[in-house]
């Protein structure tokens, strides 16, 4: 199955790799268009703390699953974001523990909310650079979310960043609404509004595989005894939209904060990816020396702000832990993503996905 799949592989990241490696590191336009038909969720993982990387891909190795390790702009753009990782040190981060592990089930490097607030000059250069040093780092997997504009400007802004992405013949993954925050009043994106979205971006030649939506999940927990009130329905219903318009299917965020016995549920409305992003963050510091997050808590409290900017801060350290906090959070990072996969319905994916791009071809 490898074997057949690593003919696959993009000729820029072959470059990258060398002709000798046995990574097999696809295009996410790929990977969704031969899953569009398969009722499963591929796992993408925010990995702001590397260690639990290892973790992640002993799990899909062990599940034959296929996966996405991604990160944000915010998170890893060109000045390192919050992370402290830029575009090349995440990919050849992935790589190396990719080639350490030896690794050999299919995955995505994701650029995951490459936002652009509005419309300015700069706003758009800035994201155009930063596509740039993406595709270059070795990305194979993009979102261009410039969801808070107003429906005719955000269709503009992806019309005009999207043709270097689709010249590489990399995915993307586009965007009408994302996940709030507790407090957060739920905006559900429309039928329509989807509808129009994607008819006129198609009409512009812009083909996404990925949609990514709100329907009413969030980025924090839910309380104890809490409802949840995820609009199954009405995704049901976008998905069916989405495919009229070619699309592979829709995009969940806010995995973290949704009851695992749901997430699971979400395949059968049209879900085909799911981020998890702040989950992979508490497994590195449940596994972090103590005495180093007392510090990054300390730091996030004199500073008023979340624990996640401590990341970079304390980045030196982090990056030094002893083996046995590297073991620990390599044990609780395969525990989680082994339940994740299970419940995403992936398990035997990377299978899958070889059979249909063998049919394929």
Known sequence: MNSNLLELVPHH??????????????????????????????????????????????????????????????????????????????????????????????FIIHADHITIRDTGREELAAAQRLIAAQIEAGYTSFTIDASFNPLPDNIDIVSRLAEPVAAMGYGLELELGEAGHALDMPTLTSIAEVRSFLSEVTARNVFPQLLAINNVTRRARYMDGEEVHIDFERTGQIH?????????????????????????KLADYGIRKGNIGTLWQNVAHAGLPLDLMDAMRRWARENGTDIKYATQAFKAEIDSIPAQNLSQIHEMATREAREFIGAFHAKGSATKLAQSLGRAR
């Open 13 to 106: 990241i072959r470059s990258k790799l060398g002709n000798n490696s046995r990574v097999c590191l696809l295009s996410g336009r790929d990977v969704f268009n031969a899953l569009k038909g398969e009722n499963l969720i591929v796992m993408a993982c925010n990995t702001r703390i590397s260690h639990v990387i290892p973790g992640i891909m002993k799990a899909a190795e062990e599940l034959d699953a296929v996966i996405a390790f991604e990160l944000t702009r915010s998170e890893g753009g060109l000045d390192g974001g919050y992370t402290g990782q830029t575009p090349e040190s995440f990919f050849n981060t992935v790589i190396a523990f990719a080639e350490k592990t030896a690794f050999t089930k299919p």
């Open 240 to 264: 069916k939209v989405a495919l009229s318009h070619g699309l592979a299917g829709l995009v969940q965020h806010g995995i973290a904060g949704t009851p695992i016995n749901l997430v699971g």
